[in-house]
Protein backbone atom coordinates (compact mmCIF):
# COMPACT_ATOMS: atom_id res chain seq x y z
CA UNK A 1 0.00 0.00 0.00
CA UNK A 2 0.92 3.60 -0.65
CA UNK A 3 2.00 5.34 2.31
CA UNK A 4 4.37 8.55 3.32
CA UNK A 5 6.65 8.44 6.48
CA UNK A 6 7.78 11.95 8.21
CA UNK A 7 9.88 10.10 10.74
CA UNK A 8 10.52 12.98 13.27
CA UNK A 9 7.31 14.12 14.78
CA UNK A 10 8.91 17.45 16.40
CA UNK A 11 12.34 18.90 15.28
CA UNK A 12 13.80 22.29 17.32
CA UNK A 13 16.12 24.35 15.42
CA UNK A 14 17.65 27.96 16.85
CA UNK A 15 16.99 30.87 14.66
CA UNK A 16 19.24 31.03 11.61
CA UNK A 17 20.71 27.54 11.83
CA UNK A 18 19.97 25.34 8.61
CA UNK A 19 16.78 22.66 8.50
CA UNK A 20 16.13 19.53 6.88
CA UNK A 21 12.97 17.68 7.24
CA UNK A 22 12.71 14.25 6.02
CA UNK A 23 9.95 12.48 3.87
CA UNK A 24 9.67 8.94 2.70
CA UNK A 25 7.13 6.92 0.28
CA UNK A 26 6.36 4.28 -0.43
CA UNK A 27 5.17 4.29 -4.16
CA UNK A 28 5.36 1.83 -7.15
CA UNK A 29 5.70 4.56 -9.74
CA UNK A 30 7.49 8.08 -9.71
CA UNK A 31 4.45 10.01 -7.69
CA UNK A 32 3.58 13.59 -7.74
CA UNK A 33 5.46 15.14 -4.35
CA UNK A 34 4.55 17.92 -2.42
CA UNK A 35 5.38 19.68 1.12
CA UNK A 36 3.14 22.13 2.72
CA UNK A 37 3.04 24.29 5.69
CA UNK A 38 0.48 24.98 8.28
CA UNK A 39 1.11 28.07 10.71
CA UNK A 40 -1.01 27.91 13.64
CA UNK A 41 -4.74 28.45 13.30
CA UNK A 42 -3.82 28.38 9.43
CA UNK A 43 -4.87 26.52 6.68
CA UNK A 44 -2.80 24.31 4.25
CA UNK A 45 0.05 26.16 2.15
CA UNK A 46 1.73 24.62 -0.66
CA UNK A 47 5.71 25.13 -0.17
CA UNK A 48 6.41 23.47 -3.69
CA UNK A 49 6.16 20.56 -6.07
CA UNK A 50 7.98 17.74 -7.92
CA UNK A 51 6.30 16.31 -11.06
CA UNK A 52 9.18 15.65 -13.26
CA UNK A 53 12.56 16.86 -14.38
CA UNK A 54 14.77 18.35 -12.29
CA UNK A 55 15.30 16.97 -8.86
CA UNK A 56 16.26 19.51 -6.83
CA UNK A 57 12.85 21.86 -6.63
CA UNK A 58 12.49 25.42 -5.32
CA UNK A 59 9.44 26.65 -3.62
CA UNK A 60 8.70 29.23 -1.98
CA UNK A 61 9.90 30.98 1.49
CA UNK A 62 13.46 30.07 0.52
CA UNK A 63 13.09 26.37 0.71
CA UNK A 64 13.85 23.56 -1.57
CA UNK A 65 13.33 20.09 -1.34
CA UNK A 66 14.89 17.38 -3.06
CA UNK A 67 13.42 13.91 -4.87
CA UNK A 68 15.91 10.82 -4.67
CA UNK A 69 14.61 7.83 -6.38
CA UNK A 70 17.47 5.31 -5.32
CA UNK A 71 16.11 6.06 -1.14
CA UNK A 72 12.39 6.90 -2.05
CA UNK A 73 12.85 10.32 -0.21
CA UNK A 74 12.11 13.85 -0.65
CA UNK A 75 13.64 15.99 2.19
CA UNK A 76 12.75 19.66 2.99
CA UNK A 77 15.64 21.95 3.36
CA UNK A 78 16.57 25.40 4.20
CA UNK A 79 19.36 26.79 4.76
CA UNK A 80 18.52 29.59 7.08
CA UNK A 81 15.56 29.58 9.34
CA UNK A 82 13.70 32.71 10.68
CA UNK A 83 11.44 32.83 13.77
CA UNK A 84 8.22 33.06 11.47
CA UNK A 85 9.03 29.35 10.18
CA UNK A 86 7.87 27.35 13.08
CA UNK A 87 4.54 25.72 11.95
CA UNK A 88 3.80 21.84 11.23
CA UNK A 89 5.23 20.90 7.92
CA UNK A 90 3.22 17.81 6.12
CA UNK A 91 5.04 16.05 2.98
CA UNK A 92 2.02 13.96 0.53
CA UNK A 93 2.45 12.14 -2.44
CA UNK A 94 -0.09 12.26 -5.04
CA UNK A 95 -1.16 9.29 -6.88
CA UNK A 96 -1.76 9.86 -10.89
CA UNK A 97 -4.04 7.27 -11.27
CA UNK A 98 -6.84 8.51 -9.64
CA UNK A 99 -5.93 12.17 -8.41
CA UNK A 100 -5.94 10.46 -4.73
CA UNK A 101 -3.47 11.92 -2.37
CA UNK A 102 -2.02 10.82 0.91
CA UNK A 103 -0.24 12.95 3.51
CA UNK A 104 2.76 11.90 6.44
CA UNK A 105 1.78 12.19 9.84
CA UNK A 106 3.44 16.03 9.72
CA UNK A 107 6.49 16.97 11.03
CA UNK A 108 5.97 19.95 13.77
CA UNK A 109 9.09 22.43 13.54
CA UNK A 110 10.25 24.76 16.86
CA UNK A 111 12.33 27.54 16.50
CA UNK A 112 14.72 28.90 19.38
CA UNK A 113 15.55 32.37 19.33
CA UNK B 1 -8.85 36.19 -5.67
CA UNK B 2 -8.66 32.31 -6.03
CA UNK B 3 -10.28 30.56 -3.08
CA UNK B 4 -11.71 27.85 -1.40
CA UNK B 5 -14.22 28.69 1.23
CA UNK B 6 -15.91 26.75 4.25
CA UNK B 7 -18.62 27.33 6.59
CA UNK B 8 -18.64 27.47 8.84
CA UNK B 9 -15.25 27.80 10.43
CA UNK B 10 -16.19 26.55 13.77
CA UNK B 11 -19.05 24.45 14.93
CA UNK B 12 -20.35 22.64 18.34
CA UNK B 13 -23.14 19.89 17.61
CA UNK B 14 -24.65 17.30 19.73
CA UNK B 15 -24.65 13.57 18.70
CA UNK B 16 -26.86 12.59 16.50
CA UNK B 17 -27.59 15.73 15.11
CA UNK B 18 -27.01 16.36 11.16
CA UNK B 19 -24.72 19.03 10.07
CA UNK B 20 -23.05 19.96 6.75
CA UNK B 21 -20.31 21.68 6.28
CA UNK B 22 -20.12 23.96 3.06
CA UNK B 23 -17.28 24.11 0.78
CA UNK B 24 -17.19 26.25 -2.47
CA UNK B 25 -14.19 27.33 -4.99
CA UNK B 26 -13.91 29.96 -7.55
CA UNK B 27 -11.42 28.41 -9.53
CA UNK B 28 -13.54 25.88 -11.67
CA UNK B 29 -11.61 23.03 -10.47
CA UNK B 30 -12.67 19.41 -11.51
CA UNK B 31 -11.13 17.79 -8.43
CA UNK B 32 -12.38 18.64 -4.92
CA UNK B 33 -11.55 16.68 -1.70
CA UNK B 34 -11.93 16.67 2.11
CA UNK B 35 -9.65 15.89 4.76
CA UNK B 36 -9.85 15.33 8.60
CA UNK B 37 -6.75 16.33 10.47
CA UNK B 38 -6.20 15.08 14.09
CA UNK B 39 -3.30 15.28 16.16
CA UNK B 40 -0.52 12.83 15.92
CA UNK B 41 -2.64 10.87 12.57
CA UNK B 42 -1.77 14.13 10.37
CA UNK B 43 -4.34 14.69 7.16
CA UNK B 44 -6.71 11.92 6.27
CA UNK B 45 -8.81 11.84 3.19
CA UNK B 46 -12.71 11.32 3.59
CA UNK B 47 -13.70 11.78 0.25
CA UNK B 48 -13.25 13.32 -2.92
CA UNK B 49 -14.11 14.09 -6.48
CA UNK B 50 -12.96 14.41 -10.03
CA UNK B 51 -15.70 16.17 -11.46
CA UNK B 52 -19.34 17.00 -10.96
CA UNK B 53 -21.39 13.75 -10.20
CA UNK B 54 -18.23 11.53 -9.84
CA UNK B 55 -17.47 10.68 -6.28
CA UNK B 56 -15.22 8.45 -4.38
CA UNK B 57 -14.11 7.13 -0.77
CA UNK B 58 -11.11 8.25 0.32
CA UNK B 59 -9.25 6.36 3.67
CA UNK B 60 -12.06 7.19 5.96
CA UNK B 61 -15.31 8.12 4.80
CA UNK B 62 -16.98 6.06 7.44
CA UNK B 63 -20.05 8.08 8.77
CA UNK B 64 -19.88 10.67 6.31
CA UNK B 65 -21.54 11.71 3.25
CA UNK B 66 -20.63 14.33 0.05
CA UNK B 67 -22.27 15.41 -3.22
CA UNK B 68 -20.47 17.08 -6.17
CA UNK B 69 -24.15 18.12 -8.16
CA UNK B 70 -22.23 21.42 -9.19
CA UNK B 71 -18.49 22.13 -10.58
CA UNK B 72 -18.19 24.83 -7.59
CA UNK B 73 -19.49 22.87 -4.22
CA UNK B 74 -18.78 19.71 -2.58
CA UNK B 75 -20.57 19.66 0.42
CA UNK B 76 -19.47 17.48 3.73
CA UNK B 77 -22.44 15.82 5.02
CA UNK B 78 -22.36 14.31 8.88
CA UNK B 79 -26.11 12.51 9.25
CA UNK B 80 -25.48 10.71 12.55
CA UNK B 81 -22.42 12.54 14.15
CA UNK B 82 -20.73 11.26 17.23
CA UNK B 83 -17.85 11.94 19.19
CA UNK B 84 -15.09 10.88 17.46
CA UNK B 85 -15.91 12.87 14.29
CA UNK B 86 -14.77 15.75 16.53
CA UNK B 87 -11.59 16.98 13.97
CA UNK B 88 -10.18 19.75 11.97
CA UNK B 89 -11.83 19.72 8.63
CA UNK B 90 -10.35 21.19 5.40
CA UNK B 91 -11.92 21.01 1.52
CA UNK B 92 -9.49 21.00 -0.78
CA UNK B 93 -9.70 21.72 -4.69
CA UNK B 94 -7.23 21.44 -7.80
CA UNK B 95 -7.44 21.73 -11.61
CA UNK B 96 -6.06 17.77 -12.66
CA UNK B 97 -3.55 18.59 -14.60
CA UNK B 98 -1.67 21.30 -12.54
CA UNK B 99 -1.88 19.15 -9.10
CA UNK B 100 -1.44 22.40 -6.64
CA UNK B 101 -4.44 21.45 -4.11
CA UNK B 102 -6.10 24.67 -2.92
CA UNK B 103 -6.91 24.33 0.53
CA UNK B 104 -9.61 25.80 2.40
CA UNK B 105 -9.31 27.66 5.79
CA UNK B 106 -10.50 24.94 7.85
CA UNK B 107 -13.75 24.31 9.76
CA UNK B 108 -13.22 23.00 13.29
CA UNK B 109 -16.08 20.62 14.61
CA UNK B 110 -16.82 19.26 18.25
CA UNK B 111 -19.47 16.99 18.88
CA UNK B 112 -20.51 16.07 22.24
Redesign the interface.
Known amino acids: AQSVTQPDIHITVSEGASLELRCNYSYGATPYLFWYVQSPGQGLQLLLKYFSGDTLVQGIKGFEAEFKRSQSSFNLRKPSVHWSDAAEYFCAVGLNRDDKIIFGKGTRLHILP | EAQVTQNPRYLITVTGKKLTVTCSQNMNHE?M?W?RQDP??????IY?S?NVEVT?K??VPEGYKVSRKEKRNFPLILESPSPNQTSLY?C?S?S?QG???Y????TRLTVT
Not at chain 2, 103 to 106: C, D, E, H, N, R
Open positions: YSYGLGLRQYMDGDFASRGKQFGPG
